[in-house]
C-alpha cells in the first residue's frame, strides 16, 4: 500500500523560499506522475505543479519562475521548492501521485494523496 | 485555463436523502478519440486530504460505495450521493485533468440536517 508523506518547516518568512519533502513508500517513484497541490486555509485545492521521473515537469502559469519540483530516485521521494513566498503562499501543502487508470499519462486523477503539510507565511 | 464551478455551494440534508451536486466546465473535458470525460471527484473531511471517489467522470475508485455515482459529460457533471450516511459530512470537489493546468471546481460543502 503507497502511502506518501510530506515534511518540512511550518513558518517561513516572506521572500524566503518554502521546501518541502514528500516521502514515498510502498512504491517506486518511477512508476508515476507527482503532483504539488496546495490549500489556503478554508479554501479550495490549486495544483502547483507535476514531475516524472524523465525530468518532465509542468507547472501552473501564474507559480512558473518561482517553483521548482525535483525528484531524488534514490530516496523515493519529490521534492517543492517555492521561492520568494508571501502570505498567499500560506497553506497546507500536499502531495499526491496521479494515478495509472489508462495509459500512464498525466493526464488522470490523484488517487493517492499524502496527510499534507501545513506551512504559514510570516514575519 | 479550464474553469470548474460547482452548484450549490453547499447543501443540508436528513440522514437517507439523495444529495446531488453539479460540476460544470468552461470547456469540453470529453475527449472524443477514446471517449472518456477527463472528470474527477474528491472527498474531503474535516482534517483529511481528499479521497478520489470517481475518475473517467463515472468510474468508482476502488473501496468507494456505490451509493456514490458519477455522470454526465462534455462539460456538466453531477455527482449523485444515493442515500446520505453520517460519514459522508464533507466538502466535495470536482477536478478537470484534460488539460494542464489541472483545476479543481470551488467545492461544496455536505451536511446532515
Known amino acids: 500500500q503507497v502511502q506518501l508523506q510530506e515534511s518540512g518547516p511550518g513558518l517561513v518568512k516572506p521572500s524566503e523560499t518554502l521546501s518541502l519533502t514528500c516521502v514515498v513508500s510502498?512504491?517506486?517513484?518511477?512508476?508515476?506522475?507527482w503532483s504539488w497541490i496546495r490549500q489556503p486555509p478554508g479554501k479550495g485545492l490549486e495544483w502547483i505543479g507535476y514531475?516524472?521521473?524523465?525530468?518532465?515537469?509542468n507547472f501552473k502559469p501564474s507559480l512558473k519562475g518561482r517553483v521548482t519540483i525535483s525528484m531524488d530516485t534514490s530516496k523515493n521521494q519529490v521534492s517543492l521548492k517555492l521561492t520568494s513566498v508571501t502570505a498567499a503562499d500560506t497553506g497546507i501543502y500536499y502531495c499526491?501521485?496521479?494515478?495509472?487508470?489508462?495509459?500512464?499519462?498525466?493526464?488522470?486523477?490523484?488517487?493517492?494523496w499524502g496527510q499534507g503539510t501545513m506551512v504559514t507565511v510570516s514575519s | 485555463d479550464i474553469v470548474m464551478t460547482q452548484s450549490p455551494d453547499s447543501l443540508t440534508m436528513s440522514l437517507g436523502e439523495r444529495a446531488t451536486i453539479s460540476c460544470k466546465s468552461s470547456?469540453?473535458?470529453?475527449?472524443?478519440?477514446?471517449?472518456?470525460?477527463?472528470l474527477a471527484w474528491y472527498q474531503q473531511k474535516p482534517g483529511q486530504p481528499p479521497k478520489l471517489l470517481i475518475y473517467?467522470?463515472?468510474t468508482r475508485a476502488s473501496g468507494v460505495p456505490d451509493r456514490f455515482s458519477g455522470s454526465g459529460s462534455e462539460t456538466d457533471f453531477t455527482l449523485t450521493i444515493g442515500g446520505l450516511q453520517g460519514e459522508d459530512v464533507a466538502v466535495y470537489y470536482c477536478?478537470?485533468?484534460?488539460?494542464?493546468?489541472?483545476?479543481f471546481g470551488p467545492g461544496t460543502k455536505v451536511d446532515i440536517k
Open positions: 514531475i516524472y521521473h524523465t525530468g518532465s515537469t
Open positions: 510502498g512504491d517506486s517513484i518511477n512508476n508515476y506522475y
Open positions: 477536478q478537470q485533468y484534460f488539460d494542464s493546468p489541472f483545476t
Open positions: 470547456q469540453t473535458v470529453l475527449w472524443t478519440s477514446n471517449n472518456k470525460n477527463y
Open positions: 473517467w467522470a463515472s
Open positions: 499526491a501521485r496521479v494515478g495509472n487508470y489508462f495509459d500512464g499519462s498525466v493526464n488522470d486523477a490523484f488517487d493517492v
